[in-house]
Structure formats: C-alpha cells, structure tokens
C-alpha cells in the first residue's frame, strides 16, 4: 500500500539576498530536497543541489544566502565583481 506524505507549508521556501538581486529557494520535489540560486534579471539558476533531508537542505540555503550578502562587503562595496 502506497503511503502519501501528508503535505506541510514549508514544502517551498523562498530568501531573497540583501540587495534584491538574488533568491535561494528551497523546495521538495522527487523525494529530496533542493536548493536553488536563482539570478532574479533574468530568472537563471546559479546553483543547484538536492539532499535527502530537509535540515541539510536549509543549512545549505542558509550558507548561500550568507555568501551572497556578504560578497559586496569583500569587494569594498563597489557594483559589479564576480558573481556566483
């Protein structure tokens, strides 16, 4: 007998960076996990990975959120520089 996941409201999760121009989604699709970076201009993804576990997955989240709202800090708070 199949078993249906009982659906929870964190089943997508959306953190947009600092400056607007990025968003790191965390969503559950095919049984795992998976964490995006999208470029919002023109909805690219930079980034993406899948884990079994929801935990790993928002840590992960949580790690490209910080590197993105710290790399204008890095480059001395100038536009432009490198991306992902």
Request: proline share 2%; hydrophobic share 35%; with cysteine.
């Amino acid at each position: 007998m199949a078993v249906q996941r009982p659906r929870r409201g964190d089943d997508l999760l959306r953190y947009r960076s600092q400056e607007g121009d990025f968003e790191v989604e965390v969503s559950h699709t095919l049984n795992k996990w998976c964490v995006s970076v999208l470029r919002l201009e023109d909805s690219s993804i930079v980034a993406q990975d899948f884990f079994p576990e929801r935990w790993k997955a928002m840590a992960r989240a949580q790690d490209f959120l910080r590197i993105l709202n710290t790399r204008n800090r890095h480059e001395g708070g100038e536009g432009g520089g490198e991306d992902l």
